[in-house]
């Protein structure tokens, strides 16, 4: 059993940054691809980003080239770096074991004005 817990998430402008955190209760965290996902209101979750094991990256084309992705499998932790958030990116923000079963609770990210 691995519990995920996500941290970081608010309010901010438009143009802002926030670093999302989350922390696995297990080392077992090291064994898997881990993945961030992101929930808006009246829409279907979608996959934002991913890292794998060793280190190699992915993301969606909506935050490519402002969102990076890494992981610090000492403090079995992954974190989503958002930069030049947009309104759009507004949702609850979940990271996933890619290759397993394990959710987080979710942090909400609200990009506003």
């Known amino acids: 059993q691995v519990q995920l817990v996500e941290s970081g998430g608010g309010s901010v402008q438009p143009g802002g940054s926030l670093r999302l955190s989350c922390a696995a209760s297990?080392?077992?965290?090291?064994?898997?691809?881990m993945a961030w996902y992101r929930q808006a209101p009246e829409k279907e979750r979608e996959w934002v980003a991913r890292i794998t094991t060793g280190g190699s990256t992915a993301y969606a084309d909506s935050v490519k080239g402002r969102f990076t992705i890494s992981r610090d499998n000492a403090k079995n932790t992954v974190y989503l770096r958002m930069n030049s958030l947009k309104p759009e990116d507004t949702a609850v923000y979940y990271c996933?074991?890619?290759?397993?079963?394990?959710w987080g609770q979710g942090t909400q990210v609200t990009v506003s004005s």
């Open positions: 297990t080392s077992i965290f090291r064994r898997y691809t």
């Open positions: 996933h074991t890619q290759n397993g079963p394990y």
